[in-house]
C-alpha cells in the first residue's frame, strides 16, 4: 500500500517566478491538507481540500492557491515567488473515521528561492 | 487561539537514558493530540495518537498520555537508542488542521 507520495522531491526557481507542487493521497484518503515547513520550524496549515473544495485556510496570502482532483490527488501553486518561500512543503492525507482523522505525511518538496 | 508550546531543545541523552519531551496545549475544546518524528531530509510519521482526555498512545516503547487537566501530552520513554535521534513534533487538532510546536531536537549518543 502507497503512502503519500509528493513531486517533485526539490525545485529550485527565482524570486517572481511560480510553481506547481503535486501530491497523490494513501489509498483510501479523499482530503489532503498542505503545510508549510521553514528550516528549524513546525509546520504551518496552508489549505486543506475536500471533496475538490479548499474546506479551511491557513493565515497564508491569495498567492497559494490549490486544487483537487476528482482521484483525490492535488497540486498546489504558489505565484509570484518571495525569498521567504523557500521551505520544505508538506502534503498530508487523511479520512475521516467518526469524529477523528489522523493525517499522514509525505516526504515533501523542497522548495529553494532565489 | 489553538496553540501547542513544547520543551526547547536541543535535548541530549546517552543511549538507555530515560527521556521526556514536554509538550502542553492551549485550545478551546479538547483536541486530538498527536506525536510525529522527524528524520533528517524527510518528511513528518505518526508516532502515536490520543483522542480524548486520560487515553494513553503508544508505539515503538514511546509513550503518550493526554491529561486534560495539566492539558499536557509528554512524550516518554524508558531507555533511548541512537536510531531515535530525530525532531519530535507535538501537534493538536480541534477544526480539522494540525496546530504543531516548534519541534525538540534529540540526540542520543553510543
Same mark, same amino acid.
Given at each position: 500500500d502507497a503512502g503519500v507520495?509528493?513531486? !517533485?522531491t526539490h525545485l529550485i526557481k527565482t524570486r517572481g517566478q511560480q510553481v506547481t507542487l503535486r501530491c497523490s493521497p494513501k489509498s483510501g484518503?479523499?482530503?489532503?491538507?498542505?503545510? #508549510?515547513?521553514?528550516?528549524?520550524?513546525?509546520?504551518?496549515?496552508?489549505?486543506?481540500?475536500?471533496?475538490?473544495?479548499?474546506r479551511q485556510r491557513g493565515n497564508f496570502p491569495d498567492r497559494f492557491s490549490g486544487h483537487q482532483f476528482p482521484n483525490y490527488s492535488s497540486e498546489l501553486n504558489v505565484n509570484a515567488l518571495l525569498l521567504g518561500d523557500s521551505a520544505l512543503y508538506?502534503?498530508?492525507?487523511?479520512?475521516v473515521e467518526g469524529h477523528t482523522d489522523t493525517q499522514y505525511f509525505g516526504p515533501g518538496t523542497r522548495l529553494t528561492v532565489l | 487561539?489553538?496553540?501547542? =508550546?513544547?520543551?526547547?531543545? !536541543?535535548? =541530549?541523552?546517552?543511549?538507555?537514558?530515560?527521556?521526556?519531551?514536554?509538550?502542553?496545549y492551549t485550545a478551546t475544546g479538547y483536541p486530538s493530540l498527536f506525536w510525529y518524528v522527524q528524520y533528517p531530509?524527510?518528511? $513528518? #510519521? $505518526?508516532?502515536?495518537?490520543?483522542?480524548?482526555?486520560?487515553?494513553?498512545?503508544?508505539?515503538?516503547g514511546f509513550e503518550a498520555t493526554y491529561r486534560k487537566e495539566t492539558t499536557s501530552f509528554? $512524550?516518554?520513554?524508558?531507555?533511548?537508542?541512537?536510531?531515535?535521534?530525530?525532531?519530535?513534533?507535538?501537534?493538536?487538532?480541534?477544526?480539522?488542521?494540525l496546530i504543531f510546536g516548534q519541534g525538540t531536537t534529540l540526540q542520543v549518543k553510543p
Open positions: 507520495t509528493q513531486s !517533485p484518503h479523499d482530503t489532503v491538507s498542505w503545510y #508549510q515547513q521553514a528550516l528549524g520550524q513546525g509546520p504551518q496549515f496552508i489549505f486543506q481540500y475536500y471533496e475538490e473544495e479548499e508538506l502534503c498530508a492525507s487523511s479520512r | 487561539g489553538d496553540s501547542v =508550546t513544547q520543551m526547547e531543545g !536541543p535535548v =541530549t541523552l546517552s543511549e538507555e537514558a530515560f527521556l521526556t519531551i514536554n509538550c502542553t531530509g524527510e518528511g $513528518l #510519521q $505518526l508516532l502515536l495518537k490520543a483522542t480524548k482526555a486520560d487515553d494513553k498512545g503508544s508505539n515503538k509528554h $512524550l516518554e520513554k524508558g531507555s533511548v537508542q541512537v536510531s531515535d535521534s530525530a525532531v519530535y513534533f507535538c501537534a493538536g487538532r480541534s477544526t480539522g488542521k
